[in-house]
């Protein structure tokens, strides 16, 4: 069960990471703190950061579960955004983040789509969902266009540093059998 390398939709080209597009990741978007606002993860501060996450992305395909995709224009090959896709059992969840000089296009719901469609259609896995801060409504947004239902609020589910020390409520999206 481990899904394609490569996907490509009408604009996009998703493909495996690898630690040579550390340059376009520091210098697109991980050091943007407005990129990372509700992430998990704090603004990369050097290049060896994006370096060592990319290369756990990496050996994290070769173990398996866990796959992310660097997201690239289908006329360039350099990364401007990604999106990870986790199984678990019956469950598989999805993240993602892009450059902003590239929001507001619909390039994220086009990249997270076929990799949600790719899980959906596993019989194993009954599940797909996601979630996001419930500030963040452009990634709500983004859930809503791929087909994802909004089944509530995880109050206190997650810590996202960049907003402050104490945890945050969530919206859970899912698509489900
Ligand atoms: C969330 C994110 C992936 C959206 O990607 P995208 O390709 O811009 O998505 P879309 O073009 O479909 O826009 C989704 C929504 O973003 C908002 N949006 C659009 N342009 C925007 C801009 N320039 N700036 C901020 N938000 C914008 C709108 O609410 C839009 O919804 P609408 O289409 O109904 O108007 C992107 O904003 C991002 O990477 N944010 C930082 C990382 C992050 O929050 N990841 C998700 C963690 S759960």
């Known amino acids: 069960m481990k899904p394609p390398e490569i996907?490509?939709?009408?604009?996009?080209?998703?493909?495996i990471p690898t630690v040579h597009d550390a340059e376009a990741v520091f210098a697109?978007?991980?050091?943007?703190?407005?990129?990372?606002?509700?992430?998990?993860?704090?603004?990369?501060?050097?290049?060896?950061?994006?370096?060592?996450?990319?290369?756990s992305c990496v050996e994290a395909w070769e173990r398996g579960g866990d796959y992310g995709w660097v997201i690239t224009r289908r006329e360039h090959d350099e990364?401007?955004?990604?999106?990870?896709?986790?199984?678990?059992?019956?469950?598989?969840?999805?993240?993602?983040?892009?450059?902003?000089?590239?929001?507001?296009?619909?390039y994220m719901p086009e990249a997270v789509q076929p990799?949600?469609?790719?899980?959906?259609?596993?019989?194993?896995?009954?599940?797909?969902?996601?979630?996001?801060?419930?500030?963040?409504?452009?990634?709500?947004?983004?859930?809503?266009?791929?087909g994802m239902v909004r089944e509530g609020v995880l109050r206190r589910w997650v810590m996202h540093a960049n907003l402050g020390s104490e945890p945050r409520d969530c919206l859970c999206y899912a698509k489900v059998k």
């Open 79 to 106: 990364a401007i955004g990604m999106v990870g896709l986790r199984v678990g059992g019956f469950k598989a969840d999805v993240g993602y983040v892009l450059a902003r000089p590239f929001w507001g296009r619909g």
């Open 115 to 146: 990799v949600v469609d790719w899980a959906f259609a596993q019989p194993p896995i009954y599940r797909v969902w996601a979630i996001c801060d419930v500030e963040n409504h452009a990634s709500a947004r983004v859930l809503e266009k791929v």
């Open 28 to 55: 697109g978007y991980a050091q943007d703190p407005e990129v990372t606002r509700f992430l998990t993860w704090s603004p990369h501060k050097h290049i060896g950061t994006t370096r060592a996450f990319l290369q």
């Open 7 to 15: 996907i490509e939709t009408e604009r996009l080209r998703l493909r």
